[in-house]
């Protein structure tokens, strides 16, 4: 707040409250709070950060710098008041900005199958020779049976259109 004249440590009654908001409901002042006031402790005096004030006007050589520094008052709300009821005590704390934890479920990874491999490596632009041979990979794992299956149920890869190409 603006420098107020107060000694440190000294407490002072503000009667001019223009809004109070209590369990969601808001008061607003025409133009102040009838019966409201704010009993507050002055914690220090201080100046606040230099800001530069720069003036300048094209082509006429006029420039002008100058520095201000405000001055102010630290308070601290004791009671808020209406009336002869109390709004509230103190300020209440504000929460932590500390991130929680995430759960144990959230942190585990998906597992990786063949299935997602190989969606992942069809929408890859071929660039590189090892992509082509992830791809004969990835096609051999979704290769549906042929007729020249084993007897137990596997089926056997069959042969890459490369490798029938170079054979000819």
Do not use: C, W
Not at 14 to 33: C, F, I, Q, Y
Not at 52 to 59: A, E, G, Q, R, S
Not at 77 to 91: D, F, R, S
Request: aromatic residues 2%.
């Amino acid at each position: 707040m603006d420098r107020l004249e107060a000694e440190v440590g000294a407490t002072i009654e503000l009667t001019d409250v223009l809004l109070l908001s209590e369990s969601g409901r808001a008061m607003v002042g025409t133009p102040t709070v009838a019966d409201a006031r704010v009993v507050v402790e002055v914690l220090e005096h201080g100046r606040d950060k230099k800001i530069l004030v720069f003036k300048y006007k094209n082509k006429t050589r006029y420039r002008r710098r100058r520095g201000h520094r405000q001055d102010f008052t630290r308070l601290a709300i004791k009671q808020i008041a209406i009336g002869q009821v109390e709004a509230a005590e103190t300020k209440p704390k504000r929460a932590s900005r500390k991130k929680a934890k995430p759960a144990a479920s959230e942190t585990e990874t998906p597992e990786v199958t063949a299935e997602t491999t190989a969606v992942t490596i069809d929408n890859a632009a071929p660039a590189k020779p090892r992509a082509r041979q992830a791809r004969k990979v990835a096609a051999s794992v979704e290769a549906p049976p042929t007729e020249a299956s084993a007897a137990d149920g596997t089926a056997v890869k069959p042969e890459a259109p490369e490798e029938a190409a170079a054979e000819e």
